[in-house]
């Protein structure tokens, strides 16, 4: 039964449009039975196939069932159709603490109770082996009684995704939040990248602003790396002490959570909620909803290491040392899009231009020229990479032909008619240092 008729499968009457991100919709619901509120967020299985997003879902599905804890959104059901999935959530009315700071920065006492909250549920979540992975003032929401609830699993890992090396390796999270390790190849401890971001978090609670603010994404990530990061003159001494003892670049140097815990600031007026694990059984309607979900191939883009990212799009940056095999750029550019929005605009482009697309696979394409040049038919590739959620890569390079019919191919002809989903182009907009 679908949205459409305001009922779903006799069981929530669906209600208002709460929001909508790049995947779902959610909408206020009401279990018709109990008449208690819920959300159900609304997931186009169409859109999750051709994004690649099914791991994301399911994983989603198996993290929430396992966390438990009054500062975690709870998942109560989830149900599908052959055209969409739905999460029926715990109705957590009081919005984003995002909104919250964006009116400007809390006072030192209602931030430090947001912040215990949120480490709190994080330590339960890492008691289970969760790591949330995308921790930030948008997946933070507020009740009522403006206690804080975390949201939004879906980049959250289990036990099972790390490694012989016992470390993750995939590269995500938010840009502006995610640790420095992250942005390296050889592996992070999931939990440790979880408290670099709750120390962003704090950061902003307190500053109204981010540590790491830069327009250039370079820029931000350079500054990551080096933890560089200025104390606005309000912070008190107390506050900046456990600050800097979570935004260390050298993970095995960072303040764990027990730490944390002991910390005389953190302490204050703190009391531990009655943490719970809930081992739920898996209902007709879960397990109908994860056959349904099963059925499909999962396809993502590369990622392209945040260092090559840094190296190739800024000329006056080189890091090429720190990664060993550094990338042999053509034109490149970067872009908030989809990996699929990228290449469907480029096909789009390059059949304009009269170009055969010769390839398509794994998020790269071959596009052959319309005529023999000087050195033969110009042969170009595209191929997209996954910088985080929001951010990707898209490189063109030279496969055969006329290294100036390439140029004019890049400059006269993509740019202008890629400008639509462009962010910036190698080289526009460097930063120095």
């Known amino acids: 039964m679908e ?42 299985k169409e859109q999750v196939r051709r994004e690649g997003m099914m791991e994301q879902i399911k994983r989603e599905i198996s993290v929430m069932r396992l966390v438990r804890h009054p500062n975690i959104v709870e ?40 912040f215990q909250q949120l480490i709190s549920a ?14 930030k003032p948008e997946n933070l929401l507020l009740d009522e009684s403006e206690n804080l609830k975390i949201s939004d699993f879906g980049l959250s890992a289990l036990p099972e995704q790390l490694r012989n090396d016992g470390l993750l390796h995939t590269q995500c999270g938010t840009p502006a939040y995610v ?11 999931g939990s440790k990248t979880d408290i670099w971001s709750c120390g962003v978090i704090l950061y902003v ?15 931000m990530y350079n500054k990551v790396f080096k933890a560089d990061f200025q104390y606005p003159p309000w912070f008190s001494a107390e506050s900046r002490r456990l600050i800097s003892k979570i935004l260390v670049a050298d993970p095995d140097r960072r303040i764990t959570i027990p730490a944390i815990m002991r910390v005389p600031w953190f302490r204050r007026g703190f009391s531990s909620p009655p943490a719970f694990h809930l081992q739920q059984p898996v209902s007709d309607r879960d397990a109908d909803a994860e056959t349904e979900i ?20 800024s000329s006056g940056f080189d890091l090429s040392g720190l990664f060993e095999n550094t990338r042999k750029t053509g034109s ?43 050195k033969g038919g110009l042969f170009v590739t595209a191929e997209v990479f996954e910088v985080a959620p929001e951010v990707a890569i898209v490189e063109f390079s ?7 019919e390439y140029a004019k191919f890049c400059e006269e002809d993509v740019r202008p008619a890629l400008k639509d989903i462009v962010w910036t182009w190698q080289g526009d907009n460097i930063c120095n240092g």
């Open 3 to 44: 949205v459409e008729k305001n009922s779903l499968f006799g069981k929530y009457e669906m209600g208002r449009l709460l929001g909508k991100g790049t995947f779902a919709k959610v909408y206020h619901g009401k279990h018709i039975a109990s008449g208690e509120s819920v959300a159900i967020k609304v997931i186009s």
């Open 75 to 114: 998942l109560k059901e989830v149900m599908a159709t052959k055209t969409k999935i739905f999460f029926v959530m715990e109705y957590v009315r009081g919005g984003e603490l995002f909104a919250k700071v964006a009116k400007g920065k809390l006072k030192e006492d209602m931030a430090r109770k947001y």
């Open 122 to 135: 994080v330590d339960f979540c890492h008691s289970r082996g969760v790591s949330h992975r995308d921790l």
């Open 179 to 189: 640790a420095p390790e992250v942005l390296r190849r050889k592996g992070y401890d």
């Open 205 to 219: 609670l307190l500053a109204g602003f981010l540590p790491f603010q830069e327009e250039n994404l370079m820029c």
């Open 294 to 313: 099963s059925k499909t191939k999962v396809s993502l883009p590369k990622f392209f290491n945040a260092f090559e990212f840094i190296s190739s799009m």
């Open 332 to 374: 490149v550019f970067t872009s908030k899009c989809s990996a699929t929005t990228i290449l469907s605009k480029i096909e789009k482009v390059a059949k304009g231009l009269s170009f055969k697309l010769a390839t398509a696979k794994d998020f790269k394409i071959g596009l052959q020229g319309p005529s023999e040049g000087r």
């Open 398 to 404: 030279k496969t055969s032909g006329d290294t100036l």
